[in-house]
């Protein structure tokens, strides 16, 4: 009875025995998995390395874009400068047209001043306290007077560029004559040549600015 009491403790142990080792390593077994699975989980968590950073393509991309922005705000601001620019001058050109519109015959106008001072001298010899036996002396003055303002008037005009014409002699020339008629023509008178001038006309450095009215001489005594 003792001895078969014996035999169950030991049989009894063992097994207590063998179940703790399989226990265990289902412990093991079960560490391991789990302990892969995380490290798989880890492995697949981490990002590429791509997605760390920027590549290179994106880093020169960036770049070439920075750069192309600056050139962009330069040549805005040096745009902006030519237009300023652009319209200050505008202005000043406008400012001297407008100038020169104003005063661009002051000069004209101060040499006829001193025309206008011989005639003005002129008029006074004809003043009312002129006596009868001066009236020869003051003819003489006025004579004078005369033609220092013509010669004055001559001067003026050939510094300024403006011609008086002569037109005697000339083939007629609708851009520079007026016809007012025509005329028989006389011995050694061209026909369709000018034979009499009416009033002169004048060029202002070589434009005609004032036709020159005249007779043009024809080969029948007809008249218009």
């Known amino acids: 009875m003792a001895a078969r009491s014996l035999w169950a403790v030991q049989r009894l142990q063992r097994l207590l025995a063998s179940g703790a080792a399989s226990e265990s390593r289902g412990w093991l077994h079960q560490?391991?998995?789990?302990?892969?699975?995380?490290?798989?989980?880890?492995?697949?968590?981490?990002?590429?390395?791509?997605?760390?950073?920027?590549s290179l393509a994106e880093q020169a991309l960036r770049l070439k874009a920075v750069k192309l922005e600056k050139e962009v705000q330069d040549l805005t601001l040096r745009y902006q400068r030519a237009v300023a620019d652009c319209e200050n001058i505008r202005r000043r050109t406008q400012r001297c047209v407008e100038d020169a519109k104003i005063f661009g015959i002051q000069s004209f106008c101060k040499d006829l001043v001193e025309v206008a001072d011989i005639l003005e001298k002129t008029a006074e010899c004809f003043s009312e306290g002129?006596?009868?036996?001066?009236?020869?002396l003051t003819l003489e003055k006025v004579f004078q007077g005369l033609s220092l303002l013509e010669a004055k008037l001559k001067s003026v005009f050939a510094k300024h560029g403006l011609e008086k014409m002569t037109p005697i002699g000339d083939k007629y020339d609708p851009h520079e004559h007026e016809l007012i008629c025509h005329m028989p023509a006389g011995v050694g008178v061209q026909p369709g040549t000018v034979a009499l001038?009416?009033?002169?006309?004048?060029?202002?450095?070589?434009?005609?600015?004032?036709?020159?009215?005249?007779?043009?001489?024809?080969?029948s005594q007809r008249r218009l």
């Open 31 to 54: 560490f391991s998995t789990a302990t892969q699975r995380t490290a798989g989980e880890d492995c697949s968590s981490e990002d590429p390395p791509d997605v760390l950073g920027p």
């Open 130 to 136: 002129v006596k009868p036996e001066d009236h020869k």
């Open 197 to 219: 001038v009416r009033q002169d006309g004048y060029k202002l450095h070589g434009r005609t600015i004032r036709l020159a009215q005249v007779e043009v001489a024809v080969e």
